[in-house]
């Protein structure tokens, strides 16, 4: 049996236009995704439900005013609809973010990579993991300012088959973009702040795009990170132990790709250098065989989770902080 959340998301992706929290309710109740024993008011339940995908900034899920003038509230829909929905009826909605407040926990800077590659996953980012110690030399320490944590690729969706081939044929490095990430648990101070921002800048320098990701960040950095992106062009993103509520603070700065590099990255290590082969595969593959490629880079990259249980659940087991949603 799904939860409440779960079934919500399961509705908004079968209903695909926007819809109010009556209608998700009758779906969820049509197609059996949620036995509502308890809960008096259901529809109340799932409209808080779906105010908090807002003020959480969950990015699966948006909404936008009802159309109807003389209705108030508003319509729900799933991010991943976006292209097929007809927004010019709607009136887009701005939502204000909200900060939860982060309690003292323990766990592993590698148990955020799980994560990390959850919410890339939902911006159709390929990730895969990098280990330092599984690299030729691993001991040598100037190695690990080479190292990412984690490396992913994204494609330029084309859906035009002429387009693709011309795009191949005239530059293939604008049809894909690899981007850097550098893994912390946390930046509480000024010099954590620093050591962890040049060990990005130095790790991504073969990449179009660097990113310094943390679970935690102090607020009273802000100015000091603020002057960092404006100098080095390192992104922030702030990581949430619910993913899909993750947030990008300052976007990375576009570079050129370094090619030596990548290179001597390739040289030595293993998974990285398969990763950038699947990458050279995808792009010069024949339309027919995309798919088997495809499936091939999707089956090698890092795992991610498939709900909201399951987020939780890994959460709870690692000790990372969760915040707990109605069920």
């Not at 592993?108 to 990730?127: F, M, P, Q, T, V």
């Not at 679970?215 to 949430?240: A, P, V």
Request: glycine share 2%.
């Amino acid at each position: 049996m799904m939860t409440i959340k779960e079934a919500i998301l399961k509705s908004l992706e079968e209903l695909v236009q926007p819809a109010n929290n009556n209608a998700i309710f009758r779906h969820i109740t049509e197609k059996g995704y949620y036995t509502f024993h308890k809960a008096k008011t259901p529809e109340a339940t799932i409209s808080a439900l779906l105010g908090d995908f807002i003020r959480n900034n969950d990015s699966r899920v948006k909404r936008i005013k009802n159309p109807n003038k003389n209705s108030r509230g508003y319509q729900y829909y799933l991010s991943q609809n976006e292209d097929k929905i007809n927004f010019e009826a709607y009136e887009r909605d701005e939502t204000d973010t909200y900060e939860p407040v982060r309690l003292q926990h323990h766990y592993h800077e590698r148990d955020l990579h799980k994560l990390l590659s959850s919410y890339l996953k939902n911006r159709n980012i390929y990730a895969k993991t990098i280990l330092h110690e599984e690299s030729k030399n691993s001991r040598d320490d100037h190695q690990k300012w080479i190292h990412p944590d984690m490396i992913g690729v994204e494609f330029i969706k084309l859906t035009s088959k002429v387009n693709k081939a011309f795009m191949k044929v005239l530059n293939k490095a604008d049809t894909f973009k690899l981007t850097s990430y550098e893994i912390k648990r946390e930046i509480k101070s000024d010099s954590e702040l620093k050591k962890s921002y040049f060990q990005a800048v130095s790790n991504s320098s073969w990449a179009n795009y660097g990113y310094l990701v943390a679970l935690e960040i102090n607020d009273n950095l802000k100015e000091e990170i603020e002057r960092l992106h404006q100098s080095f062009g390192i992104g922030i993103i702030e990581l949430k132990s619910n993913p899909y509520e993750s947030k990008i603070l300052y976007p990375a700065k576009l570079r050129e790709l370094d090619f030596k590099t990548i290179d001597k990255l390739c040289r030595v290590n293993e998974k990285y250098e398969k990763f950038i082969e699947l990458i050279e595969r995808i792009l010069v593959i024949d339309e027919r065989n995309y798919p088997s490629i495809e499936n091939e880079l999707h089956d090698f990259c890092d795992s991610y989770f498939v709900n909201d249980s399951e987020i939780e659940a890994y959460c709870k087991e690692k000790g990372i902080p969760f915040d707990s949603d109605l069920s």
